[in-house]
């Protein structure tokens, strides 16, 4: 059974950093791309970043380029989320994701974690 | 850009239920996906290719599509039916692109 335990979110302050984690379990891990998905409090979701199975590549939604860095340890079956300047608009569950597909990067996505809270607030 | 409509649908169990998704622009329909989320739950996958079931995914549940239009039918609503769905289109990669969601409320 496919596992994602997400970890790491809380209250940080705007212009503050935070890391968060993924651990994942039941499937071949370096074999699939994973995704961090958010959800602001009462809205939909927002795709902000992916990175492949090998970690060769990584993308970024705009709303998070140059703030967020995505990374993954194969050797520890974690993702892994690097946030800094973090602001207000930030404040979100944050969930990952992994894909459907080892082959092809167009492939929607089939398991989920249950989310990790951040929240960017004085 | 995917919008959903409407963005609230009142039903009861029973009933028929079907949930729009239009893209601004033509798709591949064979890249969109519907997802089922409750409340204080993760997005679960329920469609994916526009029509194809996800694994364990009930046979009332079905999907459909033409070129910018694509549809969620539910046939029987049960009453764990009840939740916010949202499509994506996951034909852009590496972007992925979800639909602002419908609620599907009793």
């Known amino acids: 059974e496919v596992q994602l335990l997400e970890s790491g979110g809380g209250l940080v302050q705007p212009g503050g950093s935070l890391r968060l984690s993924c651990e994942a379990s039941?499937?071949?891990?370096?074999?699939?791309?994973l995704n961090w998905v958010r959800q602001a409090p009462g809205k939909g979701l927002e795709w902000i970043s992916v990175?492949?199975?090998?970690?060769?590549?990584?993308y970024y939604a705009d709303s998070v380029e140059g703030r967020f860095t995505i990374s993954r340890d194969n050797s520890k079956n974690t993702l892994y989320l690097h946030m800094n300047h973090l602001r207000p608009e930030d404040t979100a569950l944050y969930f990952c994701?992994?894909?459907?597909?080892?082959?092809?990067?167009?492939?929607?996505?089939?398991?989920w974690g249950q989310g990790t809270r951040v929240t960017v607030s004085s | 850009v995917l919008t959903q409509s409407p963005a609230i649908l009142s039903l009861s169990p029973g009933e028929r239920a079907t949930l729009s998704c239009r893209a601004s622009?033509?798709?591949?329909?064979?890249?969109i996906a519907w997802y089922q989320q409750k409340v204080g739950q993760a997005p679960r996958l329920l469609i994916y290719?526009?029509?194809r079931r996800a694994s364990g995914i009930p046979d009332r549940f079905s999907g459909s599509a033409s070129e910018t239009d694509f549809t969620l039918t539910i046939s029987r609503l049960e009453p764990e039916d009840f939740a916010v769905y949202y499509c994506?289109?996951?034909?852009?990669?590496?972007?992925?692109?979800f639909g602002q969601g419908t609620e599907l409320e009793i």
């Open positions: 994701a992994k894909e459907l597909s080892s082959i092809t990067r167009d492939t929607p996505f089939d398991s």
């Open positions: 039941g499937f071949s891990f370096d074999s699939y791309g």
């Open positions: 990175i492949t199975g090998n970690a060769k590549s990584v």
């Open positions: 622009q033509s798709v591949n329909s064979n890249y």
């Open positions: 290719g526009a029509s």
């Open positions: 994506q289109d996951y034909g852009n990669s590496p972007m992925f692109i």
